[in-house]
Structure formats: structure tokens, C-alpha cells
């Protein structure tokens, strides 16, 4: 396992990472195929494996996944980095002081590695929001400061905001086919060495090449998101059977394809979810496959082929969202 500096915080973790977004969330009735023993037993798997970086945030499973994190790794707590993300209803900044000693508590720990504002809130000062980051870092609850899904521009806001710490970090969506951080935001992080965390690595498993249009799957989480669209899901086979092809001659699998692709940038942690020790064990591996120029190119045309066909489906999803719920 590869491992890379978050920023200049001196934190060092794998490439490949742990998502914690559904963890717990079979308590709102998403997702109950997944059970807490099995996500602590892919936790542990995947820390057995050389991963060492959990991302998880107060609002996953109304604040369970934190609690499932922190009981994964409390035997080896000292050898993980542990991020997780304040709420946009909490950047105030007394709401971030006291969302962070929450936080500390459900995760069982004494310290934040990595604290992240998860979503800008504009109706809040940023400033505000960024002293409170920059208070508990003087007061050793936290050891680093991130941002999520914060622009280029709102990113460099918020670094302006602070007097000494530096945002080390900024986590957003980046997979082979949702790529809009490509055209600026992308360049600004490789710029001013801010490593990007990238949710949905494999866009919610629809890079795992496994759906089709008459297989689409039927959960709620994905009925909602527009790849699944059957018309989207008939203009992927293209990209579908190259990553098929590519992952039969290295003896993968497309999902760690999809993810070794992503891994060519250097600068870059992916942070798939798990739901077993199986998953922890095949997302580890993606870590060690080395896609050639020629393949790293072939996929990305590929992918920007379907993002720019796709978009049809985008106008459809009130609709589909409305037949779901």
C-alpha cells in the first residue's frame, strides 16, 4: 500500500481510503444489507491491509457512523487517521466547537485527525466557521483542517479566513464519468498542494460495470441518481466492456479499474465505501494495479463521452425521484 501526504499537515495516509457515508444509514432504511458487525469487520480487514484513513461525518446514520468508526478502531486507534465533517447547520462558530466535542465523543477519541466542513453554507460567514477550525486546532482536539465539496474560488476564501493553519484538503465528488472538478478546481488543489479526497470513486457502483439497462438496481439511494437512468445506463456499455477488457487482462476487476484510474493521479486519496471484509480486501488491491498511459487515456475518452451524452436523464430525475419515495 502507497501512502501520501494530506497537504503540508504532515498526516500520511493510503491512497486508497474508507467511506463512511452508509454506514449506519440501514437505521433510516437505506441499505439493510449492511449490518454493523460486517462494516467492523471490513474496517478491521481493510486496516490489516494497510489502509489507514476512515472518513465518516455527524450527519452519516444521524451521527451512527461515527460511533460504529470509533468501536471499529478502538484497538488501534493510534495507527488510523480518522476525518470526519461538521454539518452545514452547525458553522457558527460556537456550532463547530460544539459539533466537534460531539463528534469526539461518539468516535471514542481525543483528537480529530482531519476535520472538514462538509458542505458551504452561505448563509454564514465563512469566517466565522474557519476561526472555530482554527480554534480547536489551538486546543488539540484537532489535528488538520478540510473543506467538502467547496469550489475553487470558496476554497480560497476560506484559506484566506485563517491566520495560521492551512486547509490541507478538500473532498468532492471525482469518478471517471463526473469529472467537473477537472476544469478548474482539480488544477487549483494540484497548484496549491491541497490533496483532493474523492467521494464516490466508483460512482455509487456504477463503474463496478455490473448494471445494464434492463439490470438496473433498485434501491433507493440509486433510483435517485440519474447514471442508473436506463438510457444512461445503454449508452455506458462502451465504457463498460473497456474496463471489462482491461480488468480480464490484469486479472481485476472493473470496479478496481475504475478506481486505478483515479489512483493516476498523484496528488489524489479515493475513499470507496464497504459493506465486508470481501470489498475491503478487492478496493485494497486496486491500490497496486498500474494502468498504462494507453489505458488511463482510453478510459478517460471513454468516460468523457458518456458525461457529455448523459445529460438528458438529469432533466428526468424530479420524476424519477417522485416514483422512488
Not at 100 to 106: G, K, V
Not at 159 to 171: A, D, F, G, P, S
Not at 286 to 310: D, F, V
Request: proline share 5%.
Amino acid at each position: 500500500m502507497r501512502y501520501v501526504q494530506l497537504g503540508g499537515s504532515g498526516l500520511k495516509v493510503s491512497r486508497i481510503g474508507l467511506g463512511a457515508w452508509q454506514v449506519g444509514s440501514s437505521e433510516w432504511g437505506w441499505n439493510k444489507d449492511y449490518s454493523e458487525k460486517d462494516i467492523v469487520e471490513a474496517i478491521m480487514r481493510a486496516h490489516e491491509l494497510g489502509v489507514n484513513f476512515i472518513d465518516t461525518a455527524e450527519i452519516y446514520g444521524g451521527g451512527l457512523s461515527e460511533v460504529i468508526v470509533g468501536r471499529a478502531v478502538k484497538e488501534f486507534r493510534d495507527e488510523v487517521v480518522i476525518a470526519t465533517k461538521v454539518w452545514v447547520t452547525h458553522l457558527t462558530y460556537d456550532g463547530v466547537i460544539k459539533a466537534c466535542e460531539r463528534s469526539l465523543s461518539r468516535l471514542g477519541t481525543d483528537v480529530i485527525d482531519l476535520y472538514q466542513v462538509h458542505w458551504p453554507n452561505p448563509l454564514i460567514p465563512l469566517s466565522s466557521t474557519m476561526r472555530a477550525m482554527e480554534r480547536l486546532v489551538e486546543l488539540g482536539k484537532v489535528r488538520a483542517i478540510g473543506v467538502s465539496n467547496f469550489s475553487a474560488t470558496r476554497l480560497r476564501t476560506a484559506q484566506e479566513c485563517l491566520r495560521r493553519e492551512e486547509i490541507v484538503t478538500n473532498q468532492v465528488k471525482y469518478n471517471l464519468v463526473e469529472r467537473g472538478i477537472e476544469r478548474g478546481l482539480l488544477p487549483y488543489c494540484e497548484r496549491e498542494k491541497i490533496t483532493i479526497i474523492a467521494y464516490s470513486p466508483l460512482a455509487q457502483g456504477f463503474l463496478t460495470a455490473k448494471y445494464s439497462s434492463s439490470n438496473a438496481p433498485r434501491d433507493l439511494v440509486r433510483r435517485i441518481n440519474p447514471l442508473f437512468d436506463p438510457l444512461v445506463l445503454r449508452r455506458a456499455e462502451p465504457l463498460f466492456r473497456l474496463l471489462r477488457d482491461i480488468a480480464a487482462r490484469r486479472g481485476a476487476s472493473p470496479d478496481q479499474v475504475a478506481l486505478a484510474w483515479l489512483l493516476k493521479r498523484p496528488n489524489l486519496v479515493a475513499i470507496p465505501g464497504v459493506k465486508n471484509p470481501q470489498q475491503a480486501e478487492s478496493n485494497a488491491a486496486a491500490e497496486g494495479i498500474e494502468l498504462s498511459e494507453e489505458e488511463w487515456e482510453a478510459l478517460a475518452r471513454e468516460g468523457a463521452k458518456l458525461s457529455k451524452k448523459g445529460l438528458l436523464p438529469y432533466l428526468r430525475t424530479p420524476l424519477r425521484i417522485l416514483g422512488a419515495v
